[in-house]
């Protein structure tokens, strides 16, 4: 299982990223995914999922409205979309294939938003 986390940056607040993830290893339209992410000094939390089919979605309370995750099975790649940005989104965010806390975990991307 390899997953490689892209798209983050600097922002400022109220604004947006794309995040991606490449995925390889795996059949990736098998699986369900999520996307977690870490603030400094934090535990990890996950913030959105899909299901392998793209049909079933959860997001966190702290970002429902804001931030949609999506898929693309050809491409074997998720995506987090984010939207109105806030300064509590500062993270470095990972995805992860759900309900496999075993696999390894990917070099992340890191998204900060500031003024």
């Known amino acids: 299982v390899q997953l490689v986390e892209s798209g983050g940056g600097l922002v400022q607040p109220g604004g947006s990223l794309r995040l991606s993830c490449a995925a390889s290893?795996?059949?990736?339209?098998?699986?369900?995914m999520s996307w977690f992410r870490q603030a400094p000094g934090k535990e990890r939390e996950m913030v959105a999922s899909i299901n392998y089919a793209g049909g079933i979605i959860n997001y966190v309370d702290s970002v429902k409205g804001r931030f949609t995750i999506s898929r693309d099975n050809a491409k074997a790649t998720v995506y987090l979309h984010m939207n109105s940005l806030k300064l509590e989104d500062t993270a470095v965010y990972y995805c992860h294939r759900r309900w496999y806390p075993g696999d390894p975990w990917g070099p992340g991307t890191q998204v900060t938003v500031s003024s």
């Open positions: 290893g795996f059949t990736f339209s098998d699986y369900d």
